[in-house]
């Protein structure tokens, strides 16, 4: 019996890349399984998509997925930087970054947060563990206030939030999941493809050998044993629609479903299961995740969503047409023009 083929006739099995040099058991290898499947089952066409990743553990996990798309590995903290020229060279590049806890909230905080607050579109992916696992497992920015590890000691410092941080930059996609919920990632990330602008998805990801003990919340054990879903998910994924209008949907009760149709057709259908939140509002936002945080509540779902602003491509209105494939006539003021611009100041 011949392999099942999506709409573009290619099998689960193209969407593979090379094989995961992590350690066995790693969350971000399970992160790496679900953005196959999500990408066979939207069929993308990963000649049109191109990974972006900068330094660590999470960094390496591109070379594992897609292997026929296009792909840059960037320095430390600095995958913004890349992404934002890719996409203002060739507005018609679908982008999927993979940082860490790291390389985002740590050396990359600050083009992490220039990158929401221009709307650079593209899905970014956080692989949160809570440890520089390249190197021998020391906190990162992420990692839980007075966390003991053997060879580091006590971790004094709060951590940061990095879907807090995501949402008061200016972010109009923020999620959070968990790497050993395989359905729930996989449906988040197909929401964030379809989303117009920076799409952010923080997904706890455990670090098997240097934080996977039960006294950290970013271990496995912990994840499964105290994770709060927010709503069940479904996505269904459309056609693309030209005209964009706002976005609106009404109130809607306990364990009732709302439908949330986004500027590509897509639905994304949530139905309420955890604590109350809306996530078209952003002060209940702001207030679950410090609520998470003040009482160790590992909450996951769709944390915030509202209407999708400019992406910094149409803030700057640039052409359509990559700017690789623009003609000379396009690029060089004629001499008239540079003569009268010249006479000006005169």
Same mark, same amino acid.
């Given at each position: @019996? ?9 099998? #689960? ?52 997925? @897609?292997?026929?798309? $296009? !792909?840059?590995?960037?320095? $430390?903290? =600095? ?11 060739? =507005? ?25 607050? #221009? ?43 990095? %879907? ?11 999620? #959070?999941?968990?790497?050993?919920? %395989?359905?729930?990632?996989?449906? /988040?990330?197909?929401?964030?493809? +379809? ?34 879903? /927010? $709503?069940?998910?479904?996505?269904? *994924? ?5 005209? =964009? ?17 986004? $500027? &590509?057709? +897509? ?12 996530? =078209? ?10 609520? !998470? ?28 047409? *990559?700017? %690789? ?6 690029? #060089? ?10 006479? &000006?100041?005169?």
């Amino acid at each position: @019996m011949p392999p099942k083929t999506n709409t573009l006739g290619l099998t #689960r099995e193209d969407y593979k890349g090379s094989k995961s040099t992590l350690c066995p058991g790693c969350g971000h290898d399970s992160i790496s399984n679900q953005i196959i499947s999500m990408a066979y089952d939207l069929g993308l066409n990963q000649h049109n998509l191109i990974k972006l990743s900068g330094i660590g553990c999470s960094s390496k996990t591109p070379a594992y997925f @897609m292997g026929r798309a $296009h !792909a840059f590995n960037a320095v $430390h903290g =600095r995958m913004p930087s890349v992404a934002t020229g890719a996409t203002l060279a060739n =507005r018609n590049l679908l982008a999927i970054g993979v940082s860490g806890d790291g390389d985002t909230g740590s050396i990359g905080m600050g083009q992490f947060k220039h990158l929401v607050r #221009r709307n650079v579109p593209m899905v970014y992916i956080i692989e949160n563990n809570g440890v520089y696992g390249l190197t021998k497992g020391q906190f990162s920015a992420t990692a839980d206030s007075g966390q003991e590890l053997k060879y580091y000691g006590r971790n004094e410092l709060p951590p940061i939030d990095l %879907a807090l941080e995501a949402i008061i930059g200016g972010c109009t996609f923020v999620a #959070r999941s968990f790497s050993g919920d %395989a359905k729930q990632v996989q449906t /988040l990330l197909k929401a964030a493809m +379809s989303h117009h602008g920076t799409a952010v998805v923080d997904i706890i990801s455990p670090c098997v050998t240097f934080n996977n003990h039960e006294t950290s919340s970013k271990s496995y054990d912990y994840g499964k044993q105290n994770e709060v879903a /927010l $709503h069940e998910i479904d996505f269904m *994924p459309s056609g693309y629609v030209p005209e =964009r209008e706002e976005i609106t949907v009404g109130e809607y009760a306990e364990g009732e479903m709302i439908s949330v149709t986004m $500027h &590509d057709g +897509s639905v994304i259908r949530l139905k309420k299961v955890g604590p109350d939140h809306d996530p =078209r509002n952003r002060a209940q936002a702001f207030q679950l995740l410090e609520r !998470a945080q003040m009482e160790q509540l590992f909450v996951t779902g769709l944390l915030y969503y509202e209407e999708p602003r400019p992406t910094l491509a149409e803030s700057l209105y640039l052409t359509q047409t *990559p700017l %690789a494939q623009l003609g000379e006539e396009h690029l #060089r003021p004629s001499r008239q023009v540079l003569d009268d611009i010249m006479k &000006d100041y005169m």
